[in-house]
């Protein structure tokens, strides 16, 4: 398996392009399930996850292609893609795919409100925590589905096709409520989903539903209403920036120092993490071209952090914090909320002197002046990308193991940090 080496302690200076948002794309990608016609989808990233919903959706019947590279274009502008569900072949998805990525699961939403049914397999994904599906199941339910769970499989049917109804979620999900709102746009009359996320990737699923046709108000806000059509039509969709990446960036130049443009990305996406930014030390403008980052004369400032649902701090932002932290002046609390299994990068950033105490869902970091490089093990992919800051920031060498994860999510990193002056290069194994 491919691993990461950094040399840490040079400042980042350059132009980093922010890619299309791996959480957008996926579910971009889904909604082609709905419509007999093509759905083009452009600055969709280059990323396993991408790749691995690509098997997916062929297995179903989608027809995928994408155009080749046009003259000008930059090797990390984003890709564009064009998905044509003409007849969908095949409504079950099999254990074999489902399992190796949690955000497949929501094809079940489209499969059903089709084809009225659909029989897909129960989710893996990254091991942050036991992420259940029980909202689906009853959201699904309350628009009149019939339920079964067997072998391992969400059976659904619903003979005369799915019956608008009002869902309301006990906490907020993004990925049920990309599920239902998804499911909504071809049932009968009207949903109302209720406590539904916010996130920004949802706000862009809904205009892209809508420029298929689809009769969506409130998508961004905690409600969301769905009129029911009878069919929808191909479109054109451009996928939001990707805010994680962008957050990403901003704290590997607020752990090294040094000045970066983060390119084609926009502040409101990630308001609160800015903000928090800021406080710790951070600069950050933006500009027509995106968001300009650079760290103060200061130091590190601790800065205490809740992960909350947006528009709150982002539990994908978590860790890639809290080794911004581990440098800070002195001490920082970090809460997890969302997800009850999201330290396992504790134990790694401790192998590069950091000083964390957990405390229940509460991480207690004591700002240390120096990490030292060392080996240390990718978990998940946000981890997993919080090493490799760590790593830019500490002395001598870093080597981040089992990589994996790294690509599901972050687009042609080592490019991107090498390019801003980096020492950073993958070592394949
Ligand atoms: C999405 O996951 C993201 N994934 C995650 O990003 C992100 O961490 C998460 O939202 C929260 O922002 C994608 O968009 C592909 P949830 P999702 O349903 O939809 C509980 C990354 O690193 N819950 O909003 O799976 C659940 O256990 C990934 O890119 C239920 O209890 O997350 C969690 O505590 C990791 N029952 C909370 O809700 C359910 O049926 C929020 O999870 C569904 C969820």
């Known amino acids: 398996m491919d691993s990461i080496k950094v ?17 957008a794309a996926l579910p971009l990608m889904i909604a082609s399930l709905l419509t007999e016609d093509t759905l083009t989808l452009s600055n969709v990233p280059r990323l396993r996850d991408v790749a691995q919903l690509t098997q997916i959706l062929m297995n179903h019947g989608v027809d995928y292609s994408v155009n080749g590279k046009r003259s000008g274009q930059d090797d990390l502008d984003g890709q564009t893609v064009h998905l044509t569900a003409r007849e969908i072949v095949d409504t079950t998805a099999p254990y074999e795919l489902v399992s190796k990525m949690r955000a497949s699961f929501w094809v079940i939403g489209p499969l059903v409100a089709r084809m009225h049914e659909a029989r897909v397999s129960l989710p893996g994904g990254c091991a942050i925590g036991t992420r259940p599906v029980d909202f689906f199941i009853e959201g699904l339910e309350k628009l009149g589905a019939d339920i079964d769970i067997d072998a391992g499989y969400v059976v659904v049917k619903a003979p005369g096709g799915l019956v608008g109804d009002r869902v309301e979620f006990p906490k907020v999900s993004v990925g049920a409520t990309h599920t239902i709102m998804m499911a909504a746009t071809l049932a009968k009359g009207e949903t109302e989903i209720v406590n539904a ?85 951070t600069e950050i403008t933006e500009v027509p071209e995106g968001l300009k980052v650079y760290r103060n004369g200061n130091g590190i400032q ?93 002395e001598g060498e870093t080597t981040v193991n089992r990589v994996y994860h790294l690509d599901r999510g972050f687009e042609r990193l080592e490019d991107k940090l090498t390019r801003c002056g980096a020492q950073i290069e993958r070592i394949s194994g």
């Open 7 to 23: 040399v840490g302690g040079r400042e980042l200076k350059g132009v980093i392009p922010i890619s299309g948002a791996k959480n």
């Open 197 to 281: 996320a916010c996130e920004p990737e949802v706000a862009d699923l809904a205009a892209c539903l809508t420029a298929m046709g689809a009769k969506i108000e409130g998508a961004g806000t905690p409600v969301i209403r769905i009129q029911g059509v009878d069919r929808l039509h191909g479109a054109h969709h451009a996928v939001v920036p990707d805010r994680i990446e962008t957050g990403t960036y901003a704290m590997a130049v607020a752990m090294t120092g040094g000045e970066v443009l983060l390119r084609g990305t926009r502040a409101n996406l990630l308001d609160t993490a800015l903000d928090t930014l800021r406080e710790a030390g």
């Open 302 to 394: 601790p800065v205490d952090v809740t992960t909350e649902p947006f528009p709150g701090f982002p539990t994908d932002l978590q860790a890639q914090f809290m080794a911004l932290m581990t440098m800070a002046g002195g001490q920082s609390r970090i809460t997890e909320t969302i997800f009850e299994n999201r330290f396992m990068h504790v134990q790694e950033l401790a192998r590069l002197g950091a000083q964390i105490h957990i405390d229940g869902n509460t991480a207690i970091v004591d700002g240390v002046s120096t990490l030292r490089g060392a080996p240390v093990m990718a978990t998940d992919l946000r981890a997993s990308v919080s090493l490799v800051i760590a790593g830019l920031a500490a």
